[in-house]
């Protein structure tokens, strides 16, 4: 690993990262060299994902933490806090997804989005941004948007305003925080093969949408936003704040 790109002595956060894209994050970062905390909701699917990196003899380890609960995160930090833990990289990937008309759509589910998907990012990043501050190192979040940061699709109204949210959200932390030396990017993925995704992969019309809409003519594999979020994480990025990076196969450069 290129010295440029080593995240030797450093530790990242991975919200949402038992499985699916946040697990490839976190495996990628641990793979260029830094210890990862992983955090989920659900301890079956925790136990399984620190015993793969485990495996692998990589330095990880799992919190188990609503990432929409101020009072729940904060209890991590302060247990970091007293472990002499550094959390040096997050990467805000927790989310969900909800189907539904605006028309039909409660506040309710509404609001449940938003909180997982937008209102997590500022919380956890603040945490961590906070401690960074006054330790005066630096650091790196690195929060995840998508295609709806950029365009809409009918029927996931809530998912689309949090997802556009986090591009602002994103430009927000770089103007307060980038004077203490702490680089807030975002990554936006496009389709991707992933567990949550089979369901529309199977569908052979919205499968042969996606591969006809993009440019590369295909769905992306996880591991293809591995590099994308070793570079934010590492000090190759280091003048780099604010920014969006789509990782879409095309997806957003045509009409």
Sequence with gaps: MPPLF?????????????????????????????SVILNGTS???????????????????????????EDEIERVF?????????VDIV???????????MLELALSDWQRVIDVNLTSAFLVARAAARRMVARNSGGKIINIGSLTSEAARATVAPYTAAKGGIKLLTKSMA??????????????????LTDMNS?????????????????????????????TAVYLA??????????????????????
């Excluded at 079956?44 to 620190?50: D, S």
């Excluded at 680089?183 to 991707?192: A, H, R, V």
């Excluded at 000090?235 to 990076?245: D, E, F, K, L």
Aim: negative net charge; hydrophobic residues 40%; aromatic residues 10%.
């Design 43 to 69: 301890e079956q699917h925790m136990h399984h994902a620190l015993a793969q990196l485990k495996a692998q003899g990589f330095n990880a380890r799992g919190f188990l933490f609503n990432v929409a609960n």
């Design 6 to 34: 080593d995240l030797t002595g450093k530790t990242a956060l991975i919200t949402g990262s038992t499985r699916g894209l946040g697990f490839a994050y976190a495996t990628g970062l641990a793979q260029a060299g830094a």
């Design 78 to 86: 302060a247990q970091l806090d007293e472990e002499n833990i550094h």
């Design 175 to 192: 103007a307060e925080w980038a004077v203490h030396n702490i680089q807030s990017n975002g990554i936006g993925p496009g389709y991707i």
């Design 234 to 255: 590492s000090s190759a990025s280091n003048y780099v704040n604010g920014q969006m990076i789509y990782v879409d196969g095309g997806w957003l450069a045509t009409l």
């Design 91 to 101: 990467i805000n990937n927790a989310g969900i997804q909800f189907r539904k008309p």
């Design 199 to 227: 369901a529309l992969v199977e569908n052979q019309e919205f499968n042969q949408w996606v591969c006809n809409s993009t440019p590369s003519g295909r769905w992306g594999k996880p591991d293809e936003l591995i590099g």
